[in-house]
């Protein structure tokens, strides 16, 4: 009786998802198997860094790395290489330096940061005023800092996924503009990072009106043994840019067409472009490569998948720009769009896989969870919130994404600086994340889930 009762069960499963749940197991576990010994990703990886190098939005880099994303898709066998041209800002780093002029002369090592303002010709020089804390800076009244150079110390914890650098990086993306609103002339912060080297670390700083830039962490430490001698601390800074508001700015983009329903999409991706300290290897060659490389392994099954795979190589992440374009562009379709993910933390071991809501009981993300378990990578009970910035002005229409938490141990010791090279990509951990995503899309794209309908939307 139990056993009639089972198969039942199981008919009346098939009747509502055509694809065999075994089958669809079985084809992503070979997926994981295959994307383990497969170097595509480390390739992808080794050449744009190679060829290429940094590529910031709106440089010759990035008009490089263009070109380079359509000649790889192309290679790869993809369909349908295009170029999405888009506007968005450019702003690119000139000459740099600051130094302790007294009591104890010594150079410092920073960045300057996105949309910085520049020092004027010959620099400036101003007396510091330390804190360790952006609170503490907020704390004080307008006016507080007027002539100053406003210096925040603040450390970044490490912690496996993200929340370290989630609540230190405010410091950088804000606090230039608050430290202007209380009358600062400059704005230093120690860098958003977890390392110990001497190279600091960019990124983001929004727009404040004041000269704005990172310290490496032990300058952070240094400035503070000194202000704790009781002399004030007097720093010279020079910091040269140029911005255009409105450079070309460009979306990459290649499929793998759906054999039944090709106007059905996965999208997925990582950014093309980067900052200009280092070459951009695990920020975000690495994205880059994991899912082109899922992509590629999926195409070479026997047989397509019957929904498109739609890689999209976004090219202004950093100074922002790319998603919303990608998200305007493609309004149309968003109905016709299944899920999106973005992979943009390096290359990291996946531990969690957190999928859109209501979706673990379908069967094709139970294949996916079977497929990923030799992989130490766990299916989260909690849903989906944050798929990538490049994905988020879809999230926003209303696209389901997925979540993959990688391994950021390592991560905020290299993001965005000059330590930010191949040599620090582990290929046995990028083709893990391959692993992962070639199981996931694979189950997507080749399955009827719907995850708009497990949400009840």
């Known amino acids: 009786m139990r056993i009639a009762l089972l198969a039942a069960s199981a008919a009346s499963l098939l009747a509502i998802h055509p694809v065999h749940a075994a089958d669809l197991a079985a084809t992503a576990a070979a997926l994981r198997d295959k994307a383990l010994k497969d170097s595509t990703a480390w390739d992808v990886t080794e050449s744009l860094t190679t060829e290429v190098g940094a590529r910031p939005q709106g440089s010759p880099g990035m008009d490089r790395a263009r070109d380079w994303g359509v000649a790889k898709l192309n290679s790869l066998g993809f369909e349908n290489v295009h170029v999405e041209t888009f506007e968005a800002v450019s702003w690119m780093r000139g000459a740099e330096s600051a130094e302790v002029v007294s009591p104890y002369p010594q150079k410092l090592q920073i960045l300057g940061l996105g949309r910085s303002t520049p020092t004027p010709a010959g620099g400036l020089e101003a007396e510091i005023a330390l804190f360790k804390t952006l609170d503490e800076m907020l704390a004080q009244p307008p006016g507080a800092l007027k002539g100053k150079i406003a210096v925040v110390t603040q450390k970044t914890r490490k912690t496996q996924d993200i929340k370290g650098y989630v609540a230190a990086v405010r410091a950088r993306s804000s606090g230039g503009a608050e430290a202007a609103k209380r009358g600062a002339v400059a704005y230093l912060v120690r860098s958003i990072s977890t390392d110990d080297t001497r190279l600091p670390h960019t990124g983001g700083g929004g727009v404040s009106g004041i000269p704005t830039a990172a310290l490496s962490t032990p300058d952070a430490d240094l400035l503070e ?15 040269a840019s140029t911005q255009r508001d409105k ?6 983009v290649g499929e793998i067409r759906g054999r039944e329903k090709p106007e059905e999409i996965v999208v997925i991706g990582g950014h093309l472009d980067s900052w200009d300290a280092g070459t951009g290897a695990v920020d975000d060659a690495a994205g880059i490569a994991i899912t082109t490389a ?4 999926i195409a070479d099954l026997p047989q397509r998948p019957r929904r498109t795979i739609r890689v999209v190589m976004w090219g202004a992440e950093e100074q922002g720009g ?10 149309a379709e968003v109905g016709n769009i299944i899920v999106a993910g973005e992979s943009d933390l390096g290359a990291g071991e996946i531990f969690n896989a957190k999928l859109p809501q209501g979706s673990l009981g379908h069967p094709a993300m139970k294949a996916f969870a079977a497929a990923i378990l030799p992989l130490n990578t766990i299916v989260s009970s909690e849903p989906a919130k944050n798929g990538g910035s490049d994905i988020a002005g879809l999230q926003q229409l209303g696209v389901p994404v997925t979540e993959f938490q990688q391994d950021a141990g390592r991560y905020f010791d290299l993001h965005h600086s000059a330590d930010d090279t191949l040599d620090k990509v582990d290929p046995k951990e990028l083709a893990q994340n391959v692993a992962v995503w070639a199981a996931f899309v694979y189950t997507v794209a080749d399955s009827d889930i719907d995850f708009r309908k497990a949400a009840g939307q």
């Not at 202000?227 to 010279?236: E, H, L």
């Not at 450079?247 to 990459?252: C, F, L, T």
């Not at 790319?322 to 309004?331: D, F, I, Q, T, V």
């Open 225 to 239: 043994r000194m202000v704790a001698r009781g002399k004030p601390v007097r720093i010279k800074l020079a910091m």
């Open 294 to 297: 899922a992509a590629k392994l």
């Open 247 to 252: 450079a070309p700015g460009y979306n990459v």
């Open 322 to 331: 790319s998603g919303p374009a990608y998200a305007e562009a493609h309004k």
